[in-house]
């Protein structure tokens, strides 16, 4: 009826095809990929969860972290710890251990973070992330410090009867993919849902979302956290792909390689992060099989990028398509 | 039934007291004009019944109910909605975006995670209702920042009104705009429902006096008189501090 015209989506079934083609091209890569593709494209589902992760803070609710490897680390010392320290094997609980672990710590960093804006958000995320991560490099007896943990092992998974052991890299890489769609569809959900209109509006004017009737600190609240229980998840997956951790995925080398991720691929398009995550792992992976100055490398392509194209690559992409530039 | 009750309200800024010790009683349905000089403390005092800041001093009552102490966001519960002088309104969001913003607002559904919005077609329905009537329709899937000034005083307006509110704050809905805009403006201010009540602050006395039942003029942060339009255009006071001249009609534009 109405709803169908009002914004004009007579072309959802291109969308549905582009996106039935994606999954298809991406499940049928690993038969072409030799094994070092394979393991770069799953970090780069796994950083692309962690982006997404942080887009909502920086994209939609308009909120610019500089502390976001917190939860990275958070999730992965959760992870870890729970596998090595408890000895527990179970994927799921694990999984689920890790998440309630990053809502715990997101619902109580945005106690402190949230209660500013701006510059000082900025400034007060990474100072917490400094924070973090120096409890992390110095608390060695807990968490091996810059020696870190190893000795996790890929998870196995017990279900329908059988064992589904993911220990080589491509079954790895679809249990990575699946939680990859299964964030790319959560996220979505988030960001078209009434919560994530309103984030939005926060974005585009807070005082006139205040005056409208909406409790806008417990949405930046909660948006804090959601992207907080993502970036976990995303540590927890890391850590899984590298059998190890230690304090550096918490460091704000970390935040800051996300953060471009974010601002490269293009923060006001759903799809942006994801190819900033793409674009900044292949140069890392690529470039510096060629190349020991491949983070100069990185920061002239930060720099070019900034200068031609602000609103991301994923922005200018749409901006051509679509005129009106009405992403959201 | 009184909509909204102010007693003894006070707010300074720094040194300037720009509300001092302001009491007026509005009744549901009234069409109250506030008027003064540059400075006389309209747009303060709408502010704090709006809750943008809290009051220094005094009570305010809305439907009997004390909202003194309650934050912005919270008094939207009790049917309180305002507009904004300087066009406040999602500027790189689309016309039709901004309006659904404005409707969800109160729906119960305004935090839920995990569905679309585009579900909820109540939403839909009625923003597509506010775009006809306001004849914005074919404009919708514009950016705000695109349209028109006059057309962006209109989603501003939109934007009050979305909420169903009971009491309505409309702060100079028409400056800037045109003679021929504001009247435009004028006539749709008049038409709202009566069940809605209006305070409206207002520089352009051709809009006040067309929209308004009952007038109080504030001076220096003090409520100098209050009375019918009639009144208001007889009271020489008035004339001395606001409207400027001896003009016995008092229809003429002032200040």
Known sequence: MITLSLRGEGKKYIHYFLIIAAIAILLCLPKVLSIYGVTLLTEIFIYSIFSMSLNLLVGYLGYTSLGHATFFGVGGYALALLALKAGIQNFFFCIAATLMVGAAFGFLLGLITMTVSGIYFLVITLATGQVFWAVVWSWRSFTGGDDGLSGISRPILFAFGHRWPFSNEITFYYLIFIFFILCLFLIYLIVKSPFGCALLGIRNNEMRMRALGYHTWRYKYFCYVMAGIFGSLAGALKVYQDCFINASCASITQSGLVLLMVVIGGSRVFLGPVIGAFVIQIIANIVSSYTEYWSTIMGVALILSVMFFPEGIAGYVVRKVKPKGNNH | ?255
């Open chain 2, 1 to 255: 039934m009184i909509a909204v009750e102010v007693n003894n309200l006070c707010k300074g800024f720094g040194g300037v007291q720009a509300v001092n010790n302001v009491s007026l009683s509005v009744e549901a349905g009234e069409r109250r004009a506030i008027i003064g000089p540059n400075g006389a403390g309209k747009t303060t005092l709408l502010n704090l019944i709006g809750g943008l800041y809290p009051s220094d001093e005094g009570r305010i009552l809305v439907f009997g109910h004390e909202v003194t102490h309650f934050p912005d966001y919270r008094r939207t519960a009790f049917g309180v909605a305002r507009t904004f002088q300087l066009t406040s309104v999602f500027f790189e969001l689309s016309v039709l975006d901004n309006v659904l913003l404005a409707i969800q607002a109160i729906k119960p559904y305004r935090f839920r995670m995990f569905r679309p919005q585009r579900v909820y077609r109540d939403l839909f329905e009625k923003a597509e209702m506010f775009l006809n009537k306001w004849d914005l329709w074919e404009k919708r899937n514009m950016l705000v920042r695109e349209l028109s000034y006059g057309e962006q005083r209109k989603v501003e307006l939109i934007m009050g009104l979305a909420s169903d509110p009971k009491i309505l704050l409309l702060d100079e809905p028409t400056s800037g705009l045109s003679a021929a805009e504001s009247a435009y403006l004028a006539d749709l201010i008049v038409e709202m429902g009566k069940d809605i009540t209006l305070l409206i602050v207002e520089h352009d006395m051709d809009v006040v006096f067309s929209i308004a039942s009952k007038i109080t003029v504030l001076y220096y942060g003090s409520v100098l008189v209050e009375g019918t339009p009639q009144e208001i255009s007889d009271h020489s006071k008035t004339k001395e501090v606001y409207l400027g001249f001896k003009d016995p009609s008092g229809n003429a534009k002032g200040g």
